[in-house]
């Protein structure tokens, strides 16, 4: 276990994940921007968060909201000018806040001078930036794409009779890092950020970056799932040790990675401090629980199991327990709002469910990732119809589902729950209109429950809310290293009402209870040695059951309690 008093600044630091457009408007045009972000530096200070990973900013025609870059040393206009980042960048570190940028370089816009020269003629030199399948060859091997209408990733185009490949949007050609060049570019770019001042990238599915050049047809083994195939490519590890040996070791920075398609088996090649790759990244089997096998977007018919819940974690612990280190999420700027998902946000259960679900992140082994408005337990808004949604997942695969005669109705409610919309709502500042993101239209529609109650400027007024909760829980995983570093230990693994689990570090040892339930319930430890508990938070009234080693859990309670 000595590995685990290896202390680093991104192990012990708290990240506020920030998606610009929503979060704050200072302009009137509806969308968020980067004086907006400055005007709530205080308020982020208060939070008791140390990092802001901020989704990107760079320039970028928008169809797939800025993670479609045709400029990766510009500012998007609608967010600001350089200077203004600047501006952010001084204010954060005059704060002691770090700033974790989105680096997006698996592929690129279309619109980026380099794919713009690339398709120009066959012998242009940019030719090679990109993946090319000439047309007197054939079609092309399969290729599965995200966004694509068709879900096809490659893309014939007319100019130089050829389908160049991408995984994501039409307007995302895959970049080609099997050409030295393209690396340099890359690691250049990297290097412009750091010499700003910029602690680390999130790395955009950073796992796709390899492929095979033959572009063979999907093996047999990976049984027509692409996403795995994708993430196994044969130069990755390759790429990431030349990256880290290039530009990363010569920085005191952090580096995540965002791994779909990579499993357990294979964590450790990432991040084992020996390889000198990357400091964690975020794997995706929680994100796929209460999904359809192999449907990323698509909520499974059956409703998710607590067991198989904490059994992720537990797997994922294990996994980190010696070498390298993992990330905490329940949700992002792709997956919805945590509250809703893997809570209850019924006016009953919503106080305890998003007070316990922090709770859960910041008691666990692993750097906390939160997403801007959990702190004040923002909700799904579930969209009733398709004109309100903005994101080109949904739109797409809405006419797709048209074109092939689906069920239009059944996949609207699917996207009530589902879509990527629900995460991208505004951030809910006050009971003014607009709930204070913008004087215009915003560019997606506010949740009307800013009315009642989850705003941060009523929660601020209020000792006991969400908001005031987040704070004192965040300065508790601060004030105890052992909710860091400690050991974690899974406690009643088949119990569906409660997760339970101890931390402990050399003789201290806590117990955490969560309350997955609408009902009440009673749990007792009576193998495990303690003679007294203190209790260190919760968010309810605690009820003795008379015994020691029984405790009894209202609906979606969490305590912890440090054993004696």
Same mark, same amino acid.
């Given at each position: $276990?000595?590995?685990?008093?290896?202390?680093?600044?991104?192990?012990?630091?708290?990240?506020?994940?920030?998606?610009?457009?929503?979060?704050?408007?200072?302009?009137?045009?509806?969308?968020?921007?980067?004086?907006?972000?400055?005007?709530?530096?205080?308020?982020?200070?208060?939070?008791?968060?140390?990092?802001?990973?901020?989704?990107?900013?760079?320039?970028?025609?928008?169809?797939?909201?800025?993670?479609?870059?045709?400029?990766?040393?510009?500012?998007?206009?609608?967010?600001?000018?350089?200077?203004?980042?600047?501006?952010?960048?001084?204010?954060?570190?005059?704060? &002691?806040?770090?700033?974790?940028?989105?680096?997006?370089?698996?592929?690129?816009?279309?619109?980026?001078?380099?794919?713009?020269?690339?398709?120009?003629?066959?012998?242009?030199?940019?030719?090679?930036?990109?993946?090319?399948?000439?047309?007197?060859?054939?079609?092309?091997?399969?290729?599965?794409?995200?966004?694509? %209408?068709?879900?096809?990733?490659?893309?014939?185009?007319?100019?130089?009779?050829?389908?160049?490949?991408?995984?994501?949007?039409?307007?995302?050609? &895959?970049?080609?890092?099997?050409?030295?060049?393209?690396?340099?570019?890359?690691?250049?770019?990297?290097?412009?950020?750091?010499?700003?001042?910029?602690?680390?990238?999130?790395?955009?599915?950073?796992?796709?970056?390899?492929?095979?050049?033959?572009?063979?047809?999907?093996?047999?083994?990976?049984?027509?799932?692409?996403?795995?195939?994708?993430?196994?490519?044969?130069?990755?590890?390759?790429?990431?040790?030349? $990256?880290?040996? %290039?530009?990363?070791?010569?920085?005191?920075?952090?580096?995540?990675?965002?791994?779909?398609?990579?499993?357990?088996?294979?964590?450790?090649?990432?991040?084992?401090?020996?390889?000198?790759?990357?400091?964690?990244?975020?794997?995706? &089997?929680?994100?796929?629980?209460?999904?359809?096998?192999?449907?990323?977007?698509? $909520?499974?018919?059956?409703?998710?199991?607590?067991?198989?819940?904490?059994?992720?974690?537990?797997?994922?612990?294990?996994?980190?327990?010696?070498?390298?280190?993992?990330?905490?999420?329940?949700?992002?700027?792709?997956?919805?709002?945590?509250?809703?998902?893997?809570?209850?946000?019924?006016?009953?259960?919503?106080?305890?469910?998003?007070?316990?679900?922090?709770?859960?992140?910041?008691?666990?082994?692993?750097?906390?990732?939160?997403?801007?408005?959990?702190?004040?337990?923002?909700?799904?808004?579930?969209?009733?119809?398709?004109?309100?949604?903005?994101?080109?997942?949904?739109?797409?695969?809405?006419?797709?589902?048209?074109?092939?005669?689906?069920?239009?109705?059944?996949?609207?409610?699917?996207?009530?729950?589902?879509?990527?919309?629900?995460?991208?709502?505004?951030?809910?500042?006050?009971?003014?209109?607009?709930?204070?993101?913008?004087?215009?239209?915003?560019?997606?529609?506010?949740? %009307?429950?800013?009315?009642?109650?989850?705003?941060?400027?009523?929660?601020? %007024?209020?000792?006991?809310?969400?908001?005031?909760?987040?704070?004192?829980?965040?300065?508790?995983?601060?004030?105890?290293?052992?909710?860091?570093?400690?050991?974690?230990?899974?406690?009643?693994?088949?119990?569906?009402?409660?997760?339970?689990?101890?931390?402990?570090?050399?003789?201290?040892?806590?117990?955490?209870?969560?309350?997955?339930?609408?009902?009440?319930?009673?749990?007792?430890?009576?193998?495990?040695?303690?003679?007294?508990?203190?209790?260190?938070?919760?968010? &309810?009234?605690?009820?003795?059951?008379?015994?020691?080693?029984?405790?009894?859990? $209202?609906?979606?309670?969490?305590?912890?309690?440090?054993?004696?």
């Amino acid at each position: $276990m000595q590995h685990t008093l290896q202390r680093e600044w991104w192990k012990e630091g708290i990240v506020y994940q920030i998606y610009p457009r929503s979060f704050q408007d200072t302009t009137g045009n509806g969308v968020g921007d980067l004086q907006g972000i400055i005007r709530r530096l205080d308020y982020i200070k208060s939070l008791g968060v140390d990092i802001i990973w901020l989704n990107p900013v760079y320039q970028s025609p928008n169809d797939d909201n800025g993670y479609d870059i045709s400029d990766y040393r510009n500012i998007m206009s609608e967010f600001g000018t350089m200077a203004d980042f600047d501006e952010l960048l001084a204010g954060l570190k005059e704060r &002691d806040l770090k700033l974790v940028m989105d680096l997006v370089v698996n592929h690129s816009s279309d619109e980026h001078y380099w794919f713009q020269e690339s398709k120009k003629s066959r012998n242009n030199p940019y030719r090679d930036y990109y993946h090319w399948w000439p047309s007197e060859k054939g079609t092309p091997p399969k290729r599965w794409s995200f966004f694509d %209408e068709e879900s096809n990733a490659w893309k014939y185009d007319e100019t130089t009779d050829s389908y160049y490949l991408h995984c994501f949007s039409v307007k995302q050609p &895959d970049l080609k890092w099997e050409n030295p060049k393209v690396r340099k570019e890359v690691y250049n770019l990297m290097e412009f950020w750091f010499k700003k001042g910029v602690d680390g990238f999130r790395m955009d599915v950073i796992s796709f970056i390899s492929k095979d050049i033959n572009y063979p047809e999907l093996p047999e083994s990976y049984n027509g799932e692409f996403i795995p195939f994708y993430s196994n490519g044969p130069k990755l590890h390759e790429y990431l040790q030349e $990256m880290n040996r %290039e530009v990363l070791s010569k920085y005191d920075i952090m580096t995540v990675g965002e791994a779909p398609g990579v499993d357990v088996n294979r964590a450790l090649e990432f991040v084992d401090e020996e390889r000198k790759e990357l400091n964690m990244f975020f794997h995706f &089997d929680l994100m796929n629980l209460d999904r359809t096998e192999g449907e990323t977007f698509e $909520m499974a018919k059956e409703p998710w199991k607590l067991s198989e819940f904490k059994k992720i974690h537990s797997k994922w612990d294990e996994v980190f327990s010696e070498k390298g280190w993992g990330s905490m999420f329940l949700n992002n700027h792709d997956f919805p709002r945590t509250v809703s998902r893997w809570g209850n946000d019924s006016r009953t259960h919503w106080y305890n469910s998003a007070t316990m679900l922090q709770t859960f992140l910041l008691s666990m082994r692993g750097t906390p990732f939160f997403y801007y408005g959990e702190e004040i337990g923002m909700t799904n808004i579930k969209f009733e119809h398709i004109s309100e949604y903005k994101d080109i997942n949904t739109l797409n695969r809405y006419k797709l589902e048209k074109q092939n005669g689906g069920d239009l109705i059944a996949f609207l409610q699917n996207e009530k729950h589902a879509s990527r919309d629900n995460a991208r709502t505004p951030m809910q500042w006050d009971t003014s209109a607009n709930s204070g993101f913008t004087t215009a239209k915003p560019w997606l529609k506010v949740n %009307e429950n800013f009315k009642e109650g989850i705003n941060a400027a009523s929660q601020e %007024e209020d000792k006991t809310s969400v908001l005031n909760f987040f704070r004192k829980m965040v300065q508790i995983r601060k004030n105890h290293k052992t909710l860091i570093y400690g050991s974690y230990n899974l406690e009643l693994a088949e119990n569906e009402q409660v997760y339970a689990y101890t931390r402990t570090l050399n003789h201290e040892r806590y117990l955490v209870l969560l309350s997955f339930s609408t009902k009440k319930t009673v749990v007792a430890f009576e193998h495990l040695d303690f003679t007294k508990v203190e209790l260190i938070i919760s968010n &309810d009234d605690i009820y003795k059951t008379g015994r020691l080693k029984h405790f009894e859990l $209202m609906p979606y309670q969490a305590t912890i309690y440090q054993l004696l």
